[in-house]
């Protein structure tokens, strides 16, 4: 039965969230893409707890991301006001692995009746895809039965390499480790090919207080579903633990600059990569390269600080930085910057 279509089924255009917030212009957003309310399972919170919990985090926009249903994209709109933008979204939960389908149709539900030997999960990709959506490869390295991701990365958008502590106390968990070194080694042969997957961070809300911590911070033309989703999908984005955290991610050659994922043409012309934090006593800021972790850095006791690294594109095709706590946890990490 298509759950999905059921839930859209005699809903108005009008009862469904806005696909644009009014009057926001080109800017960094803030937004949790895998958020869960009681429609789904261990799900505690109602949409309208949602909405407070994710402007409590400092948030422009949350996914909605139900776990294989559809039943809430009408109950958003009445609690958002003109502040926040909520993506309509779910879950795939398959035998073999979840992703995330972002920006879907009101009342549409992607199929989840499948695992990895049956061969049919491009078929649900490209569903989306023509619907203008963006696919995510989810907690590939989740520790529970399903949660590990068994298909090829191919075909999805973006992956998501921080998950929140939907299952355990500490924020930053050994799978996201995993995810982060699994997804950093592919960086550079994806790059030299032409077609890299950028990394994303989300909550996995599932209980109070779990929201925006992480989350992604998108550059975007405007806060709008469509504007969104592109920031994602070109990589114009950084992942933090929360929005205490302030980070600013340049290579600059000359009077040329480049920031988070965009290319920086240098050949062999030096250049400077800078990396501005705020907000983050007792860290370290790390830059990585091809080659792994190339320079690393303390954070001074005032919580912000400047690192600055000279690279050529010799040297490496792409620069990205991390910034750890104290405890060494992530507090947050890049996409890469390109250089050509």
């Given at each position: 039965?298509?759950?999905?279509?059921?839930?859209?089924?005699?809903?108005?255009?009008?009862?469904?969230?806005?696909?644009?917030?009014?009057?926001?212009?080109?800017?960094?957003?803030?937004?949790?893409?895998?958020?869960?309310?009681?429609?789904?399972?261990?799900?505690?919170?109602?949409?309208?707890?949602?909405v407070a919990g994710a402007r409590a985090a400092g948030l422009d926009f949350l996914a909605t991301t139900e776990h294989n249903a559809a039943q809430t994209y009408g109950a958003w709109s009445q609690h958002i006001g003109d502040?926040?933008?909520?993506?309509?979204?779910?879950?795939?939960?398959?035998?073999?692995g979840h992703w995330l389908a972002l920006g879907v149709r009101p009342g549409q539900i992607v199929d989840w009746r499948y695992g990895v030997r049956d061969n049919v999960v491009d078929r649900h990709l490209d569903e989306v895809h023509r619907s203008g959506g963006l696919c995510a490869a989810a907690h590939p390295h989740a520790p529970y039965a399903s949660g590990t991701f068994m298909y090829p990365y191919q075909g999805f958008d973006v992956v998501e390499v921080w998950n929140g502590q939907w299952s355990s106390d500490v924020p930053w968990q050994a799978d996201n480790e995993a995810a982060l070194a699994e997804w950093g080694r592919s960086l550079a042969a994806e790059i030299c090919a032409g077609r890299w997957r950028p990394a994303i961070g989300?909550?996995?809300t599932h209980l109070e207080n779990q929201i925006g911590s992480p989350h992604t911070v998108v550059l975007a033309d405007e806060l709008s579903v469509n504007a969104i989703l592109a920031g994602i999908r070109a990589g114009h984005s950084w992942i933090a633990a929360s929005d205490?955290?302030?980070?600013?991610?340049?290579?600059s050659a000359g009077d040329r600059r480049a920031g988070i994922g965009e290319r920086l043409k240098i050949g062999d012309e030096p250049a400077i990569a800078r990396v501005d934090v705020r907000a983050l006593p007792g860290g370290t800021v790390s830059l990585h390269t091809e080659k792994g972790k190339v320079y690393g850095e303390s954070v001074p006791d005032t919580g912000s600080g400047t690192v600055e690294w000279h690279i050529s594109a010799g040297e490496s095709a792409f620069i990205r930085t991390e910034v750890r706590d104290a405890n060494d946890h992530m507090a947050a990490l890049s996409n890469p910057i390109i250089l050509a």
């Open positions: 039965m298509d759950t999905g279509d059921k839930a859209g089924r005699g809903l108005q255009v009008s009862q469904f969230p806005p696909m644009r917030v009014a009057d926001r212009g080109r800017d960094w957003y803030r937004g949790d893409c895998h958020v869960h309310s009681v429609s789904s399972d261990s799900g505690e919170l109602t949409p309208a707890q949602l502040d926040l933008l909520v993506i309509l979204g779910q879950e795939v939960v398959t035998r073999t989300n909550s996995d205490a955290i302030e980070l600013s991610f340049t290579v």
